[in-house]
Antibody, heavy 124, light 107 residues
């Protein structure tokens, strides 16, 4: 079945780095954009970043620009979120999610498949 | 950035009630709107796309409407499994912003 599995979360001190991974299965990974969405404790959902099907196009929310880098390895069906200079405000559950539409259909739409999330805690 | 504003923030309702949640965009997003349901400790579940199209497997008691800047999610007859938090999200432009959420509670 279509599945996304995140890993790499943990507890880290402010200013340090962490790399999250999201492994995909059950669909043609190289045809879909992938997103990261985060949720701080007790708060709502915040869209973080997207990477296009081929890895050539990326967008980030302003609060992580210059600190987070999104990449993908289509040979491994995996995306990565490198998070540098972490701040306490980055504490959240991080979800990866699949774009509803494939690149050949325009690459838009909602986020139709989500991982279970991985927790990142940044301590001061 | 496009701001998405949901109302109400919390809604108390009983099983069988008709429930409506509103989502407003700070500028026109055509019909580029999705709705999600989230239960505590779980990932969001995709419900509706293109403002009114039901995702496969989602019960028909859920419906969406609207275009431009004003959208609604309606649950025609609230079921016990529907008590959750609901989010709208625009996918017209980046960043793809979410509404702040509407928690549907048991009355």
């Amino acid at each position: 079945q279509v599945q996304l599995v995140e890993s790499g979360g943990g507890v880290v001190q402010s200013g340090r780095s962490l790399r999250l991974s999201c492994a995909a299965s059950g669909f043609t990974f190289s045809s879909y954009g992938i997103h990261w969405v985060r949720q701080a404790p007790g708060k709502g959902l915040e869209w973080v970043a997207v990477i296009s099907y081929d890895g050539k196009t990326k967008y980030y929310v302003d609060s992580v620009k210059g600190r987070f880098t999104f990449s993908r390895d289509n040979s491994k069906n995996t995306v990565y979120l490198q998070m540098n200079s972490l701040e306490t405000e980055d504490t959240a559950v991080y979800y990866c999610a699949k774009n509803q539409e494939s690149a050949s259909r325009g690459g838009v739409g909602g986020l139709d498949v989500w991982g279970q999330g991985t927790t990142v805690t940044v301590s001061s | 950035d496009i701001q998405m504003t949901q109302s109400p923030s919390t809604l108390s309702a009983s099983v069988g009630d008709r429930v409506t949640i509103t989502c407003r965009a700070s500028q026109s997003i055509s019909d580029s709107l999705a709705w999600y349901q989230q239960k505590p400790g779980k990932a969001p579940k995709f419900l509706i796309y293109k403002a009114s199209s039901l995702e496969s497997g989602v019960p028909s008691r859920f419906s969406g409407s609207g275009s431009g800047t004003e959208f609604t999610l309606t649950i025609s007859s609230l079921q016990p499994d529907d008590f959750a938090t609901y989010y709208c999200q625009q996918y017209n432009t980046y960043p793809r912003t979410f509404g702040q959420g509407t928690k549907v509670e048991i009355k």
